[in-house]
């Protein structure tokens, strides 16, 4: 069994800032991958940003150049700061571990957390 908490969503002004930060835990051995997804009701979800465990990263278009990406591989954490925040920010916001192994060996193509609601807003 592999947790996923997320936390940090909230309201916030626009052009302000915001972070975001989901910890995976349980029966974890390792995870590939740790990023964010977000979804606004009634569309579909769009990718955020990833993290690889050696370091690479990508972002969403939309996002590239306010929002960071970063990890802490031995606490198996990953944070995602977001500055320059805009009304279309406005979502619920997902951790999305990938090709997570569990301690008896166990792969997880993909996981998703609860999410947690951002909303920009005057």
């Known amino acids: 069994q592999v947790q996923l908490v997320e936390s940090g969503g909230g309201l916030v002004q626009p052009g302000r800032s915001l972070t975001l930060s989901c910890a995976a835990s349980?029966?974890?051995?390792?995870?590939?991958?740790m990023g964010w997804h977000r979804q606004v009701s009634g569309k579909a979800r769009e990718f955020v940003a990833g993290?690889?465990?050696?370091?690479?990263?990508v972002y969403g278009n939309s996002v590239k150049g306010r929002f960071t990406i970063s990890r802490d591989l031995d606490k198996n954490t990953v944070s995602l700061q977001m500055n320059s925040l805009k009304p279309e920010d406005t979502a619920v916001y997902y951790c999305?571990?990938?090709?997570?192994?569990?301690?008896?060996?166990?792969?997880?193509?993909?996981?998703w957390g609860q999410g947690t609601l951002v909303t920009v807003s005057q």
């Open positions: 999305t571990p990938v090709d997570v192994m569990t301690m008896d060996g166990e792969m997880h193509r993909q996981l």
């Open positions: 993290m690889t465990d050696g370091g690479s990263t």
């Open positions: 349980g029966s974890v051995r390792k995870i590939e991958s």
